[in-house]
């Protein structure tokens, strides 16, 4: 089955700077990457998504890259604030579904935005 | 995702006692999930129903089970066969075949065994 990396376990940056989250998949047939936040005791949050036909995708100060022949993306935020620490986590389609039979979630990456 | 609603918030369970989770869902949505989540760990898929009816085992199965009647409901049972099931539980539901692949979750439910 599919298998889902997530580096580092814990980042932490000073305000104002950016972060990268990186990720690595394992089944070659995943068409869908998608990214939440999770803020303590909370649901995930999805906040930005990626299919595989598309290499990069930026919502303001978010942004995803993909690459299919190594088979990893990455997260990058710029401009961190204080209300970006929280959990986040990449997760690929098990399959080619998009989805639709479940996703394989990575373990997660504590950000940490110091003031 | 407010039209997820997950039932209770908390949930204590006796050994040997089965339980079962609530999940309602007023967004018209296909598709419904089960993952559950560890400390310190990703989500973990236990089922999935893409119809109502029918419904699929995901990578951890083993001790749940699940009922899919309606469209808008999908509740989970963990059964006295879970070794370990303290753990927050987490339902989403996905619209099939439209141009967003989106799974949307609902607030979870905390179990713990007692």
């Known amino acids: 089955g599919e298998n889902v990396e997530q580096h580092p376990s814990t980042l932490s940056v000073q305000e104002g700077d950016s972060a990268v989250i990186k990720c690595t998949y394992s089944?070659?047939?995943?068409?869908?990457f998608p990214w939440y936040k999770q803020e303590l005791g909370k649901r995930p949050q999805l906040i930005i998504d990626?299919?595989?036909?598309?290499g990069e995708k930026k919502d303001q100060r978010i942004a995803v890259t993909l690459n299919k022949t190594a088979k990893h993306f990455s997260l990058h935020i710029t401009e961190t604030q204080p209300e970006d620490s929280a959990v986040y986590f990449c997760?690929?389609?098990?399959?080619?579904?998009?989805?639709?039979?479940?996703?394989?979630f990575g373990k997660g990456t504590h950000l940490i935005i110091q003031p | 995702d407010g039209g997820i609603t997950q039932s209770p918030k908390y949930l204590f369970r006796k050994e040997g006692q089965n339980v079962t989770l609530s999940c309602e869902q007023n967004?018209?949505?296909?598709?419904m999930y089960w993952y559950r989540q560890d400390p310190g760990q990703g989500l973990r898929l236990i089922y999935y129903?893409?119809?109502?009816?029918?419904?699929q085992k995901g990578d951890i199965a083993e001790g749940y089970s699940v009922s899919r009647e309606k469209k808008e409901s999908f509740p989970l049972t963990v059964t006295s066969a879970q070794k370990n099931p303290t753990a927050f539980y987490l339902c989403?539901?996905?619209?099939?075949?439209?141009?967003?692949?989106?799974?949307?979750f609902g607030p979870g439910t905390r179990l713990t065994v007692l």
């Open positions: 989403a539901s996905r619209q099939q075949g439209a141009s967003t692949d989106t799974q949307y």
């Open positions: 089944d070659s047939a995943s068409n869908y």
């Open positions: 990626i299919r595989s036909n598309v």
């Open positions: 997760a690929a389609s098990i399959g080619s579904g998009g989805g639709a039979d479940g996703l394989t």
């Open positions: 967004l018209n949505h296909d598709a």
């Open positions: 129903s893409q119809i109502v009816n029918d419904f």
